[in-house]
């Protein structure tokens, strides 16, 4: 039987329980004060009536705590609250976008789902909130090995408007730091100078690591600060010397360039930061450390939590329009 014949993906009860079984493992908590012990379930509860629904909609997973006595459902202080998609369609997006190895556009959602457009988008940019880690402990450390690299992608806001992107002082710069055989962490940087790429790198990988590099410049004084820097050639067609190489983190970007350029085709400058949480919680997340498509999704609804973004923050409107 297929994971998306699941019920939870059909039925708004059966999202409701699902979702409280991810973020409440331990039972209802209240989101408002914090109690358990006195939060009891209303039943038969429906919403107001309109002229679409008459009779109102039911409100499933309605819960009152005897604390404080406000009433509060499980997608209060995650991505999913306040959004009139109905939950059990937030379930399918999640795995549909954990689930595709390079990414899955709104305008696709928008079909898959039967939802508008400006939902399957905002959507996507609510999901990618919920894969961001917040990640602060150094990777690395003893016997790792990590590798460095940048790469370019679309275009910088500041670019002109019709000019071609060829020169890279155009492009969006990303940084990403890979662990052989471990996770990934990205971040899109100003441009490529020592000055803003040193201090990522130090802030985010232990001092006891093994750091390969291709040999640009501004890596140089990598071997001061870690335990040693070796570096390759690919101006002289040299890819690996010894255990020095940075193909891990170029496998990575492959993945990532393929997801932008044939999937989401655009990316405005101030949301690449949520596309590279997407590509990082899928590499972080991938089967060869052992967890499925079932697991990554459980993954991600548990990011939701405590996350949440307002449709109407500055330009997000604008910048759905462009997005895929």
């Known amino acids: 039987m297929s994971i998306i014949s699941a019920k939870h993906f059909h039925d708004e009860a059966a999202a409701f329980t699902e979702l409280e079984a991810i973020l409440w493992p331990e039972g209802p908590v209240c989101p408002h004060c914090g109690g358990m012990d006195r939060v009891y379930a209303l039943k038969g509860v429906r919403s107001k009536p309109s002229k679409k629904n008459p009779e109102g909609v039911e409100r499933h997973g309605l819960k009152k705590c005897g604390h404080c006595r406000k009433q509060f459902t499980v997608r209060v202080g995650t991505i999913f609250e306040d959004s009139h998609a109905p939950l059990h369609k937030w379930l399918q997006a999640i795995h549909l976008m954990v689930s595709s190895k390079k990414g899955i556009s709104s305008h696709q959602l928008h079909r898959i789902l039967e939802v508008q457009y400006n939902t399957a988008w905002f959507m996507s940019h609510r999901i990618r909130e919920a ?109 690996k010397r010894g255990d020095i190489c940075t193909n891990t983190v170029e496998g990575y970007f492959s993945i990532f360039k393929r997801g932008m350029k044939g999937v989401y085709q655009h990316c405005s400058e101030k949301h690449l930061h949520r596309y590279l949480a997407e590509f990082d919680f899928r590499y972080n997340n991938r089967s060869a450390l052992g967890v499925e498509d079932k697991e990554r999704a459980v993954n991600a609804v548990r990011g939701a939590k405590g996350k949440r973004l307002t449709y109407r923050q500055p330009d997000f409107q604008k910048d759905r329009q462009l997005s895929g």
Do not use: C
């Open 131 to 239: 894969m961001r880690s917040g990640a602060l402990a150094p990777m690395g450390g003893g016997s790792t090995h990590m590798e460095v690299d940048e790469t370019f992608v679309g275009k910088k806001k500041s670019a002109k408007r019709f000019s071609k992107p060829h020169g890279m002082h155009q492009k969006m710069a990303v940084l990403t730091l890979v662990e052989r055989g471990g996770n990934a962490r990205s971040f899109h940087v100003g441009g490529t100078y020592a000055n803003e790429l040193m201090p990522i790198i130090k802030a985010n990988i232990d001092r006891e690591t093994q750091i390969s590099t291709d040999q640009a410049k501004y890596y140089n004084k990598l071997g001061k600060h870690f335990q040693k820097h070796g570096s390759v050639n690919h101006s002289k067609d040299e890819w």
